[in-house]
Each structure stands twice: as C-alpha cells, then as structure tokens.
C-alpha cells in the first residue's frame, strides 16, 4: 500500500496478562480515590484504551484537538480493544499519570518542564508507559524540537534517544510498515525543514520503547474529522493504531 502498511490483522485482543496489564492492575488498587471523575472512569475499565494528552505550561500542548477522535475511532475500526471515548489531559507530575499506558503530546513551541515533570516522565517510562511526542513543525531544527531533545537529555541523559531502526517491533505491531514510519502530507508543504524524516527516534527502558519521537507531524496529518475519513484514498491512521497496540501490550 502507498502508507507501506502491508497486512492487517483484524479482531486483534489484547493478551489477558503482561508487564503492563499487571502494571496497570498495581497502580489502580494503589491510587484508588485521588481521581477525578473522567480519570476515575478510565481506571475502572483499565483493559480500554484511554487517550492521554499531556499538559505543559511552556508550550501549545492543546494543537490538534481531533487527533483523540480519529485514533479512537481507528483502534475501534482495526481492532477488538475497547476504548474510552473521553480524552484524558494529564500532566507529568500527576500522581495518575501511571494509569496510562499511552501519552500523546505535541505543539509547535517551547518545551520545558519543572523537575517535578522530569520526574514524573522517568517514573512513567521506568513503569511501562509510552510518551509519543509529535513535533508539529516538523523541523528537526525548530524550538519544539531543539526544546524537547533538550528536556529529554536532562531526564534520561544525553544519547538516549537514537533513530529507531526499521525492524524495530512498532512497525509489526499491528499492521507491517517494512520501510519504517509512513510519510505525511505535511513534511513537504512549504513548513518547516522540507524533508521527509525515513526515521522516528525513541528511548528505551529494558527492552521497552518508553518514548517516541517524531519529526513527522502525525499530529496535523490526523487532525480532521473522523466522519470525513471514508473520503480518504488510504487510511492515514493506520500507523496510530500499532503506536496504540505497542502501549497497550
């Protein structure tokens, strides 16, 4: 296919146990009471997938506010997990942020975070969470770059962060990218560094891919109407759902 996804699997379950099924269970009964309502929801259907954004004070943390709905409605689509239909905003020093397996953040702007924050993301990966950080200039050269790439450094040290390679397990996940991330319409429209990134980049915590990181705009490229998606010539987000199944096994 023109997106490199060549097979899918449809009625995909998730496995009934795993690291981060037993990681979550621990982390329910811990915290039981602390949540607001929405959280609360989430936690009582732990085996759903929730759509987690993250909430920083430097930078524009609420762009592209339909990625929720089309990611939501891809994993309904393609899979059997269920899904919570709420977005959860979260921030990186709350004490629920482990009841997530998956983080979505992005923004065009400056990235930084109080050591609190960096606290709370190592915790969060050194849990089995996964932050899927989307740079919505697409500019390896830009602030939320340069200001992200900074941030990560300081929490888990410098070099951390390599390119993924193309035969890394969140290519196969779900459906099969063999040349890598699938491009985006938005790499080549006149904004940002006019390159097509081949590569995400992504740190690991014990075998466990803990943060990734794209270049890409993901953000933008999902950011529409899912009702509008039966228009689309391919299903852009497709490569959403194997972030999602990754996170979620």
Same mark, same amino acid.
């Given at each position: 296919m023109a997106d490199g996804s060549t097979f899918e699997r449809p009625?995909?379950?998730? +496995? $009934?146990?795993?690291? @981060?099924?037993?990681?979550? *269970?621990?982390?329910?009964?811990?915290?039981?009471?602390?949540?607001? $309502?929405?959280?609360?929801?989430?936690?009582?259907?732990?085996?759903?997938? %929730?759509?987690?954004? /993250?909430?920083?004070? =430097?930078?524009?943390?609420?762009?592209? $506010? &339909?990625?929720?709905?089309?990611?939501?409605d891809a994993v309904v689509q393609y899979t059997d997990i269920p899904v919570n239909q709420? #977005?959860?905003?979260?921030? *990186?020093?709350? *004490? #629920?942020? /482990?009841?997530? +397996?998956?983080?979505?953040? %992005?923004?065009? &702007? /400056?990235?930084?975070? =109080? #050591?609190? #924050?960096?606290?709370?993301?190592? @915790?969060?990966?050194?849990?089995?969470?996964? /932050?899927? =950080?989307?740079?919505?200039?697409?500019?390896?050269?830009g602030l939320y770059a340069k200001s992200f790439e900074a941030e990560m450094d300081r929490a888990f040290g410098p070099g951390r962060m390599p390119k993924l390679p193309r035969t890394h397990r969140l290519y196969s996940s779900f459906f099969e990218f063999p040349d890598g991330p699938p491009r985006t319409s938005h790499e080549l429209n006149g904004w940002g560094d006019n390159v097509v990134h081949d590569y995400l980049r992504g740190v690991e915590h014990e075998g466990r891919l803990g943060v990734l990181y794209s270049n890409k705009d993901y953000g933008c490229e999902w950011d529409y109407d899912w009702k509008n998606k039966r228009f689309r010539r391919r299903d852009n987000t497709r490569f959403g759902v194997n972030v999602v199944v990754y996170a979620m096994t």
């Open positions: 009625g995909f379950t998730l +496995p $009934p146990a795993g690291n @981060r099924r037993r990681f979550l *269970a621990s982390v329910c009964g811990a915290a039981a009471g602390l949540l607001l $309502p929405r959280v609360a929801h989430a936690r009582d259907t732990r085996h759903a997938f %929730t759509f987690a954004r /993250l909430r920083y004070s =430097s930078g524009d943390w609420d762009y592209n $506010p &339909k990625v929720c709905a089309n990611l939501l709420q #977005e959860v905003v979260i921030t *990186a020093d709350s *004490a #629920e942020l /482990l009841a997530f +397996p998956f983080l979505f953040m %992005t923004g065009h &702007k /400056l990235v930084r975070f =109080s #050591e609190a #924050e960096r606290r709370g993301l190592v @915790r969060y990966v050194e849990n089995g969470g996964l /932050l899927f =950080s989307d740079d919505c200039n697409h500019d390896v050269n």
